[in-house]
């Protein structure tokens, strides 16, 4: 197969990652997607970076050997800050991943130059954020709140709720008394929360969505690499994860209605039998 038609995979620590794949389809119907989603291992957030790179090897590793595709997209903050220049450099196929070009964006918004960044422990104690926006602009004033209920609340598919809107006053409620004016989605699974999270810290606050800002530079970068799908077919999605059992039924309900597929189905394949 030419290696314009082949396949963009993406992966993540579980189904927040869709949320990557969900901009893809946006900007780039035509494409196909093969999804890994690490159910298995979910969450990386409080594991070692160390252990979170050796997961995310062994995913690309099968991802291109396995499903030959054409470019990888580490849709996930943790896995990006943990492996992303370590397997840039190990394989050979375009690899993307969350950070950059959302750090960049945020600095563009800001007014007040006050940014706050929420996401996992792994992603909020890496530092990955700061370091690239304070390189950007020395001058910003970076607020970070780890926010690890998230990522249950969405896995459970509670977007909404007394509970959800509990759990987001408790995590921001200091960030609307420091007078943030962007606020990065430093996790995948948080746009899921994005009407809860523009109710409580209100109209003036910027939220920016790093999937978004990730899915315009794989257009692009893509598009440079003349790696761009060039058949007229109709795309072909495919979405594994490691452990079918650890996916919520209200998360396949919701999930569906948030990503507007009809049909969104998970087949397992644990590519970490060695362990």
């Known amino acids: 197969m030419e290696a314009s038609n082949r396949a963009i995979g993406l992966l993540d620590s579980g189904v927040g990652g869709l949320t990557v794949a969900r901009e893809i389809f946006k900007l780039m119907p035509e494409e196909n997607i093969i999804y890994y989603g690490d159910t298995l291992h979910l969450p990386y957030g409080p594991k070692d970076l160390n252990l979170v790179r050796e997961y995310v090897e062994e995913i690309i590793s099968y ?10 997209v580490i849709a996930c903050n943790t896995a990006t800050s943990a492996a992303l220049d370590y397997v840039k450099q190990k394989f050979e196929v375009p690899i993307f991943g969350m950070i950059q070009s959302a750090a960049v964006r945020a600095v563009e918004l800001s007014r007040n130059k ?95 969505n790093p999937a978004h800002e990730m899915a315009l530079e794989v257009r692009e970068n893509l598009s440079n690499l003349a790696l761009l799908k060039k058949n007229n077919l109709k795309s072909s999605n495919k979405f594994i994860v490691s452990d ?24 397992e394949k644990n590519i970490f039998i060695n362990e």
């Open 63 to 72: 991802l291109i050997k396995e499903k030959k595709v054409k470019a990888v």
């Open 114 to 208: 006050k940014i706050a960044i929420i996401g996992t422990e792994g992603t909020v104690k890496s530092n990955a954020y700061q370091n690239v926006i304070l390189e950007i602009d020395s001058e910003v004033k970076l607020f970070a709140k780890a926010c690890p209920k998230f990522v249950n609340l969405v896995e459970e598919g509670k977007f909404d709720g007394v509970e959800v809107e509990k759990t987001a006053h408790d995590y921001l409620d200091f960030l609307i008394e420091a007078e943030v004016d962007s606020l990065i989605l430093g996790c995948t699974h948080f746009p899921y929360l994005t009407p809860i999270l523009s109710k409580i810290m209100g109209d003036k606050l910027r939220l920016i």
């Open 244 to 267: 079918k059992e650890k996916i919520s039924k209200r998360f396949l309900k919701y999930g569906r209605q948030f990503l507007k597929l009809n049909e969104l189905k998970f087949e």
